[in-house]
Each structure stands twice: as C-alpha cells, then as structure tokens.
T-cell receptor, first 114, second 114 residues
Framework: AQTVTQSQPEMSVQEAETVTLSCTYDTSESNYYLFWYKQPPSRQMILVIRQEAYKQQNATENRFSVNFQKAAKSFSLKISDSQLGDTAMYFCAFMGQGAQKLVFGQGTRLTINP | DTGVSQNPRHKITKRGQNVTFRCDPISEHNRLYWYRQTLGQGPEFLTYFQNEAQLEKSRLLSDRFSAERPKGSFSTLEIQRTEQGDSAMYLC????????????FGSGTRLTVV
C-alpha cells in the first residue's frame, strides 16, 4: 500500500519569506500523480498544485512550485513571497495510475506571521 | 454550480443515535468520494462511487456505516449507533471520470458524539 509522510507537523515563517514543505512517499508504481492541498482554518480543502510522475519538469503555479525527485520519492512544496493568506494546513497526497483514490499525508500546519 | 455542498455543517448527537449526512457534488462530476478526518490528521478514505455504483469501501467503513448515491446524483452517509470514536470531520469530494486531475472538496460535516 502506498504511504505518504510529511515530517514537519508545524512550520512558521515571516510574511514575504520563502518556505519549503517536505513530503516523501512510498510506492512500487512507476506512473502516478502527486498533489498538494491547502486547508485554511474552518474552510474547505483546495488543490494547490499537481505533478504527473512521468513529467520531469517540476510543476509551478504562480508563487507555488514543487521539487519532484522521483528516485528519492520526494515531493516538496515551495511557497515564495509568502502571504498571510497562505496560513493553513497543507496536505501532500498520492494517487496511483490505476487507483481511484487519494492517499494523504498527516499534514503540515503552516503559519505566516506579519 | 457553486461546488460541492455538504449538509449539515455541524452535527452533535448522543452516543447510540443514528446520523445521516448529505453531499451534493458538482453536477458534471460522476465520481464522489467520502473521507474522514480527525483532528490534526490527514483525510482517510472511506468509500467512493462512480455514478450510482459504490466501487470501493475502506476497512474503516464498519457495518455501522452505509453510503448511498441514488441515481448518481447526491450521496448520503449514514452512521448507525454512533460511538464517541466516530467524532470527526466527514469530507465529501467529487471528480470527473479522470480523477488524476484532483478532487473538489466540500466544506465537510463535523460530527461530535457526546
């Protein structure tokens, strides 16, 4: 079974700083999909960024980018120029090629301080 | 279409009572998922539907839990004889036939069993 591990339960940075959230996963599949989701306090979970494992190029969405290291099974999220609105729980998630469900990590609580 | 809608937002019930939650997915999405999230943890998969067919159930879904999706539209999740350990956030999500592009989540139903 696939597992997703987020080793940083909490992180805190100052506004405008860059922060990197770590995620590792375990799978025997060669083709799969990785996601980062954001869950603001008392609000719904929203998709931040998505990476297809067969694409070597790291995904980027505005201030959000990933560092995907397939051999190391690592998928970190970098948030540049952090904003107060980035304060949230961040979840890394995995979906196998033939699977139909997301497997989530334990989450990282990120606080952006003014 | 305003996204995935879940009702109620909060439910407090006494131990031993039955509860039912409702999820209305995005109308174009034929896949619907239920997850459970306890405090400080990532969402755990419970079950998913493609149209009206329930295609997979987690071992977490004991015989006290039942989910339906009549006519492939909204879905209900019922918990019978609730226990304190059932206290959690119950999340619903939907996706197109290709879930590799990620899910759209609802705001969740927070269940407290007293």
């Amino acid at each position: 079974a696939q597992t997703v591990t987020q080793s940083q339960p909490e992180m805190s940075v100052q506004e405008a700083e860059t922060v990197t959230l770590s995620c590792t996963y375990d799978t025997s599949e060669s083709n799969y999909y990785l996601f980062w989701y954001k869950q603001p306090p008392s609000r719904q979970m929203i998709l931040v960024i998505r990476q297809e494992a067969y694409k070597q190029q790291n995904a980027t969405e505005n201030r959000f980018s990933v560092n995907f290291q397939k051999a190391a099974k690592s998928f970190s999220l970098k948030i540049s120029d952090s904003q107060l609105g980035d304060t949230a729980m961040y979840f890394c998630a995995f979906m196998g090629q033939g699977a139909q469900k997301l497997v989530f990590g334990q989450g990282t609580r990120l606080t952006i301080n003014p | 279409d305003t996204g995935v809608s879940q009702n109620p937002r909060h439910k407090i019930t006494k131990r031993g009572q039955n509860v039912t939650f409702r999820c209305d997915p995005i109308s174009e999405h034929n896949r619907l998922y239920w997850y459970r999230q306890t405090l400080g943890q990532g969402p755990e998969f419970l079950t998913y539907f493609q149209n009206e067919a329930q295609l997979e159930k987690s071992r977490l879904l004991s015989d006290r839990f039942s989910a339906e999706r009549p006519k492939g539209s909204f879905s209900t999740l019922e918990i019978q004889r609730t226990e304190q350990g059932d206290s959690a956030m119950y999340l619903c999500a939907s996706s197109t036939r290709d879930p590799n592009y990620g899910y759209t989540f609802g705001s969740g139903t927070r269940l407290t069993v007293v």
